[in-house]
């Protein structure tokens, strides 16, 4: 699973040949605008995890 926080980030996604991507804003930027990461990421996350490793993961409560 690849998490590609930010437009930096982003610009690499052509070289990932293989597994699930996931992109957000930087954390940065929820920071600059005095906000809370989308739970909906958080969300497709677990689900992708879930799916692709059987495995569970629990998040701070704000984040269920």
Known sequence: IWVLWGTSAKSFKNYITSG???EEYHPAYYARNNSKINRTFFRKLKKTIKYQFDDD???FHEYR
């Open 20 to 22: 699930n991507i996931i």
């Open 57 to 59: 993961v629990e998040w």
